[in-house]
């Protein structure tokens, strides 16, 4: 499977951002998805999971702002980004955990 993460850009604090990720091949309806981000500086960290039967986790800082969903028919996966601050600027990956496979990553800069 390929995946293709885009969406990403600049965004004042605030606003929001909407990053998709596409994915080609495999059998994506049976793999766990996750979000991750690489802020300048420090380690990837996990923001959000959905199961292949839709089940969502997400990590405490992302709680009630984003939301992660998917599109099982399109081999689409989404990652809905509201109130954004700087703290959220980061390289933004998707993740097919049945493939071990990522995304090449889209950049969101949050603004001041």
């Known amino acids: 499977v390929q995946l293709q993460a885009f969406g990403g850009g600049l965004v004042r604090a605030g606003g929001s951002l909407r990053l998709s990720c596409a994915a080609s091949g495999g059998l994506f309806s049976l793999s766990t998805m996750d979000w991750y981000r690489q802020a300048p500086g420090k380690q990837r960290e996990l923001v959000a999971a959905?199961?292949?039967?839709?089940?969502?986790n997400y990590a405490d800082s992302m709680k009630g702002r984003f939301t992660i969903s998917r599109d099982n028919v399109k081999k689409m996966l989404y990652l809905q980004m509201d109130s954004l601050n700087p703290d959220d600027t980061a390289v933004y990956y998707c993740?097919?955990?049945?493939?071990?496979?990522w995304g090449q990553g889209t950049l969101v800069t949050v603004s001041s």
């Open positions: 959905t199961t292949a039967s839709g089940g969502t």
């Open positions: 993740k097919s955990n049945y493939y071990n496979v």
